[in-house]
Each structure stands twice: as C-alpha cells, then as structure tokens.
T-cell receptor, first 114, second 116 residues
Framework: KAGVTQTPRYLIKTRGQQVTLSCSPISGHRSVSWYQQTPGQGLQFLFEYFSETQRNKGNFPGRFSGRQFSNSRSEMNVSTLELGDSALYLC?????????????FGSGTRLTVV | AQKVTQAQTEISVVEKEDVTLDCVYETRDTTYYLFWYKQPPSGELVFLIRRNSFDEQNEISGRYSWNFQKSTSSFNFTITASQVVDSAVYFCALRTNSGGYQKVTFGTGTKLQVIP
C-alpha cells in the first residue's frame, strides 16, 4: 500500500514568488491535513480538507490556501512568499479524519525562500 | 484553548539505557485522543500510538511503553534498552473536537540522541 506522497521534496523560491505543493494521500483516505514545521514554531496546523471541502483552518494569513480534488489529492499554495515561509511542509492523511484516527504523514516538502 | 507541553527539548542517553519522554496536556474537552509520533532525520512523522481519554490503561509494545494519567494530564513515553535507531524527534499530540471541528495540537518535540 503506497504511503502519502508529497512533491516536490525540495524547493527553492525567491521572495515574492508563489509556490504550489502537492500531496497524494493513501488510497481510500479522504481527509488531508497540512502542517508547517519550523525550528522556532514547531508543527503548526494549516488546514484540513475532507471530500473536497475545507473542514478546518489554522491561524495563517490568506496567502496560504489549499484545495482538494475529487481523487482526494490536495494542493497547497503560498502566494507572495516571505523569508519566514521557509519551512518543512507536511501533509497527513486519514481515512475519515475522525477523532480516533492517527495521521499517516508524508516525508514533506522543504521550502526555502531566498 | 488546548496545549501540549514537552518540557524536554533534547535528551542524550547511552545505548541500552532506559529513557522517558514527558508529555503534559491541557484541554477542557472530556473526549480527546493523545498520540505519539516519531520523526527520524528523513522527516516523515511515524505514528506510534494513540490513546483515548476514557482508557487509562497503560500499554507496552516491545521496548516501548506509555503511561497515561488523567489525574496529572500526562502521557509519558518510555523506551527500554534504547538503541541508536531510536534517535529521532518525538512528538506528543492532542486531538479534540472543538466546536464541531477536529483540532490537533502538537508539542514542540523532544530530540532524543542515543549514543552508541
């Protein structure tokens, strides 16, 4: 069974640019969540999608957006990149997103903004 | 508001020593789940265990054991006879249903280094 796949693994962008990250959940999983991990802030929740609908959102500016497709694949977009957006972005999937389910995480996309 | 505190930032132990990673949580919800994840250098978080708020039974899985105590809001994780492969960052997480929305809060992680 394939795991959660995130592409690309590494990305270098310039301030002001925009970036799109992709996440393919485990087959059959309908819930996809995104997290930002930085040394200073730890793991911070960005948003969760379930059946193409954003179900939950963290405290990030509107520059951070996402979407989910009918096949449950999800994309995250960050516009007008800032140096502080440099981080490891992790995607996690679960079958229903129910309270008792643990996540399965991808290996992440490491974004560097220069 | 909910919170997860992992007071130990970094721990170093010599191989074969036992080590306990502490996790203290705060929540007003009566129904919640607690998790431990391991993040090796490769970056991928690996799910280790989940425990619901109604089940205070401690658990042992091989060299891993977990001690859940609601009275002290703690969910500690012990590795017995540590090995170099245990070196990683370990995260404790709390999952609740707040206002109809799932909310997951991670602790800041404890970096464990096992020295051969």
């Amino acid at each position: 069974k394939a795991g959660v796949t995130q592409t690309p693994r590494y990305l270098i962008k310039t301030r002001g640019q925009q970036v799109t990250l992709s996440c393919s959940p485990i087959s059959g999983h309908r819930s996809v969540s995104w997290y930002q991990q930085t040394p200073g802030q730890g793991l911070q929740f960005l948003f969760e999608y379930f059946s193409e609908t954003q179900r939950n959102k963290g405290n990030f500016p509107g520059r951070f957006s996402g979407r989910q497709f009918s096949n449950s694949r999800s994309e995250m977009n960050v516009s007008t990149l800032e140096l502080g957006d440099s981080a490891l972005y992790l995607c996690a999937s679960s079958s229903t997103g129910g309270l008792d389910y643990g996540y399965t995480f991808g290996s992440g996309t490491r974004l560097t903004v220069v | 508001a909910q919170k997860v505190t992992q007071a130990q930032t970094e721990i170093s132990v010599v191989e074969k020593e036992d080590v306990t990673l502490d996790c203290v949580y705060e929540t007003r919800d009566t129904t919640y789940y607690l998790f431990w994840y391991k993040q090796p250098p490769s970056g991928e978080l690996v799910f280790l265990i989940r425990r619901n708020s109604f089940d205070e039974q401690n658990e042992i899985s091989g060299r891993y054991s977990w001690n859940f105590q609601k009275s002290t809001s703690s969910f500690n994780f012990t590795i017995t006879a540590s090995q170099v492969v245990d070196s990683a960052v370990y995260f404790c997480a709390l999952r609740t249903n707040s206002g109809g929305y799932q909310k997951v809060t991670f602790g800041t992680g404890t970096k464990l280094q096992v020295i051969p």
